[in-house]
């Protein structure tokens, strides 16, 4: 997981901090109830151009609700929401004529070959022949499909129709790109790659993305900011940096053959040692930026005469911030049987 | 308009290809009809004939314009209810994520729905005059278009009202069982309207399918039990009403 972050490049975040004319993306307590049940509950939130946003949570937390009153899929019970400056109830044709949506179970013509599933999408937002031809080529070179145009789409696989998805989704330059659990039930080469064009889409074309997700890797490695929905409501809001910040400093755990005793009382004066505890004979250190640390922390051993063995680093995950937030772990609020269900239903279309 | 005039067409297409690409389809769209043309025209179409038939008409001219009223029913029904299938298949999100109009979608499922269905129609039409009906006039073949056209629209209209209330699939052999079969044999295609007794002959004056049916009769073969031009008028109306009805379901319909 950290391999793909450097490998991607943490986002740098043009627009973050930065003023802005207006959001891509405002909710006003947005709400959404199916009869008694409130799948989305008051969400207030503020999406930038050019961001690439995650909704985090588990599954029926809310996020493919939201996802669907701001593509006007679904009308909101309560409140207003605006994509591009477009309200989502009152102007409907206009937000959709902004954005893209990949929705999170295949939305496929599996009749119809590839091409022409893009032929469709491409007359349906009123792109005429020559431009249409034109788009399906760069967006079949984009997700590397070329070869596979002309078969027809029930003969993919899950990769390949997720792919011509997202491809689908750009070919009309929307301003807002939805992805709504793009990677779900892929394997791991396969998000990789996903990985790879989302995030280029981002930068390079400077599309805003909202995407959803219940994995935490995908939300690290990916997004410029997170929000954490839990319950049809944001628990939490910023980027995924500040939000591990948040959970606290990293820990620094030593093996330790001889001296713990004195190694603790040497290093206990250091600003920078947040507690040090002896648990089982190993000593556990919580320290802020830890890796700049691990060199004075040797150099105090040596000088304390302390035998290191073994030098391990905890840093806290967005599954700790999750916790932290929900009170659960992602997997057990989500119900391992949904996503299961979710993947077969995938595999089987 | 520019946008919603190529979605229109661009739905159409779809249903083109679909259509023709499934070769079992397209045969087994006619196979039921032809069936129930070939074997009761056989059947009943040899010795005494059926009281209520004017003299002169064979059996097999009788019943051929009834056919083809049932073809269009049945197709023009499952036209407006591939609805559902969309659904089911997830399509449909990609359909009403699109910047066009929703009326713009109904008229491409309508055009799609009119195309395959009066193809099939012309095709039981074929296999009537080979089966002994006599052959109609140009002018009596153009009219019967005219009906043909009102009559899948009337039920592209009823097929999609009832799909967009659905959710799923499960409702649609109730459909099948409660719906088109009753709308079929209440209709007078397989016999005169003047046998039924007088409870079912009222219930099939309220079927738009009757003033179908006998306006195809009217049309191909010169008889009517009722006026033509009460015939086109009625089922002018239904049509108009039927597709306004789809069209408003259709409209407010919400994708989860």
């Not at chain 1, 032929?119 to 349906?124: A, E, N, V």
């Not at chain 1, 990916?222 to 939000?243: F, H, M, Q, S, Y």
């Not at chain 2, 087994?28 to 009281?51: C, D």
């Not at chain 2, 397989?190 to 007794?197: D, G, N, Q, S």
Request: overall charge neutral; some cysteine.
């Amino acid at each position: 997981m950290n391999n793909i972050t450097s490998e991607i490049g943490r986002m740098d975040g043009p627009q973050l901090g930065q003023a802005k004319n207006e959001a891509a993306i405002s909710m006003q307590g947005l709400t959404k109830r199916f009869g008694d049940m409130t799948a989305v509950d008051h969400v207030d939130l503020e999406i930038n151009k050019g961001e690439l946003f995650g909704l985090l949570g588990a599954n029926g937390a809310g996020k493919s609700t939201i996802i669907k009153m701001l593509t006007t899929m679904l009308t909101p019970t309560e409140g207003e929401a605006r994509v591009w400056g477009h309200n989502v109830t009152q102007e409907r044709n206009a937000v959709r004529s902004s954005i893209g949506v990949v929705f999170q179970d295949p939305a496929v013509d599996g009749m119809l070959t590839g091409r022409e599933n893009l032929d469709f999408h491409g007359r349906m937002y009123g792109m005429d022949g020559p431009l249409r031809q034109k788009r399906i080529d760069e967006v079949l070179e984009l997700v590397d499909l070329v070869e596979k145009a002309d078969i027809k789409m029930e003969d993919y696989s899950g990769g390949m129709q997720r792919r011509l998805e997202i491809a689908r989704g750009l070919m009309h330059y929307p301003h807002v790109l939805f992805l709504d659990e793009p990677t779900l039930g892929l394997d791991a080469q396969t998000r990789r790659y996903l990985w790879q064009y989302i995030h280029n889409m981002n930068k390079t074309n400077g599309v805003t993305i909202v995407l959803t997700t219940h994995y935490m890797e995908e939300a690290d490695a990916l997004c410029d900011r997170v929000a954490i929905i839990d319950n049809g409501k944001i628990v939490a809001l910023d980027t995924p940096e500040n939000l591990k910040d948040m959970i606290g400093s990293d820990f620094v755990i030593l093996e330790i053959q001889s001296g713990a005793e004195a190694l603790i009382q040497y290093l206990q004066p250091f600003s920078w040692i947040k507690s040090a505890s002896i648990i089982n004979g190993t000593v556990e250190l919580k320290v802020d930026h830890a890796q700049q640390r691990i060199p004075e922390i040797m150099q105090v051993a040596n000088e304390c005469s302390a035998v290191i063995t073994s030098v391990g680093l905890h840093k806290p995950t967005l599954e700790d911030v999750f916790l932290k937030y929900t009170g659960r772990k992602i997997r057990e609020a989500g119900g391992t049987a949904n996503s299961l269900v979710a993947m077969m239903h995938r595999r089987k279309r | 308009m520019k946008q919603d005039l190529y979605a229109i067409y661009s739905i159409w297409l779809r249903e083109m290809l679909r259509f023709f690409r499934l070769k079992s389809r397209v045969f087994g769209s006619v196979a039921m009809p032809f069936f129930f043309l070939a074997f009761m025209g056989v059947g009943f179409g040899s010795g005494t004939s059926m009281p209520g038939i004017p003299s002169g008409v064979g059996y097999v001219s009788f019943l051929t314009p009834g056919i083809i009223g049932m073809t269009l029913l049945f197709s023009a029904t499952f036209a407006g209810l591939s609805v559902l299938w969309d659904r089911e298949f997830g399509f449909l999100k990609e359909i009403m994520v699109a910047p066009v109009s929703r009326i713009a979608i109904v008229l491409g499922r309508t055009a799609g729905g009119l195309t395959t269905g009066i193809l099939q129609a012309v095709i039981i039409l074929i296999c009537g005059i080979f089966l002994g009906m006599k052959m109609p006039s140009l002018a009596g073949f153009l009219l019967s278009l005219v009906f043909m056209v009102l009559i899948a629209a009337t039920f592209i209209g009823l097929g999609l009202a009832f799909a967009s209330k659905m959710k799923d699939m499960s409702g649609f052999s109730l459909i099948m069982n409660f719906l088109i079969f009753p709308l079929f044999f209440l209709s007078g295609a397989l016999f005169p309207l003047e046998r039924f007794p007088g409870l079912l002959r009222n219930l099939a004056y309220m079927n738009p399918l009757t003033y179908g049916v006998d306006g195809l009769r009217y049309s191909l073969i010169g008889t009517s039990a009722i006026s033509p031009v009460v015939d086109l008028a009625v089922l002018a109306v239904c049509c108009a009403a039927m597709l306004f009805l789809g069209a408003y379901f259709f409209e407010n319909t919400e994708v989860k």
